[in-house]
């Protein structure tokens, strides 16, 4: 599996595994939480050992070149999106099948559809939990503000198969609790 360039400028990722997705409702910034205008869309991907990246990373060096200037490693630290698994604690038992990740988010509530095109509404916002694959679209922006960087930023997504949740997705009280008559003394 690859990145593919669309149609629309964005790139679609390969098949990845969303990560602490928060699709319908932005997140608080953890710098200025009570600032409503720092609130993002986002989520992580963790990116599947052996895909092929280069049109990802391809987007981001000619994103930095555009910026900075072709000698720009020489002039500027420039930080990148790609971030490798096993550095960090929280995620280093993932490593051996995932070993790169992308922190992504977006000012823009992102669209999402089910694998068959339907959208994914508020209503369905169960169906989105960390563990599930997806494909995500991305677009590619350098920032130049307190740090130097080209940021993958949230489009679109595709949800695909469900799989087993990660990074502590909760499970539906109808799967915690079984049935109870209530007109038996339980409380004894």
């Not at 992580?44 to 000698?71: F, S, Y």
């Not at 960090?88 to 993932?94: A, D, G, I």
């Not at 799967?175 to 409380?187: K, S």
Request: charged letters at 30%.
């Amino acid at each position: 599996m690859t990145c593919k360039l669309m149609a629309s400028g964005n790139i679609r990722l390969p098949r990845v595994r969303l990560y602490y997705p928060h699709f319908f409702k932005p997140q608080p910034n953890r710098k200025e939480p009570n600032n409503p205008d720092k609130a993002r869309f986002q989520t992580t991907v963790l990116i599947p050992r052996g895909v092929n990246m280069k049109v990802l990373t391809d987007a981001v060096e000619a994103a930095a070149v555009e910026e900075w200037g072709a000698d720009y490693a020489k002039k500027v630290k420039v930080k990148k999106p790609f971030l490798k698994t096993e550095d960090q604690p929280r995620m280093s038992e993932l490593a051996a099948d995932y070993s790169v990740f992308l922190r992504l988010n977006s000012r823009n509530k992102p669209g999402v559809v089910f694998a068959n095109g339907d959208v994914c509404g508020d209503d369905k916002a169960h169906e989105v939990y960390g563990g599930r694959w997806a494909f995500v679209t991305v677009r590619v922006k350098p920032y130049d503000g307190e740090q130097k960087g080209v940021g993958v930023y949230l489009q679109n997504v595709q949800l695909l198969e469900d799989d087993e949740r990660i990074g502590g997705g909760m499970i539906t009280a109808a799967q915690e609790f079984e049935p109870v008559d209530v007109t038996e003394e339980i409380f004894s």
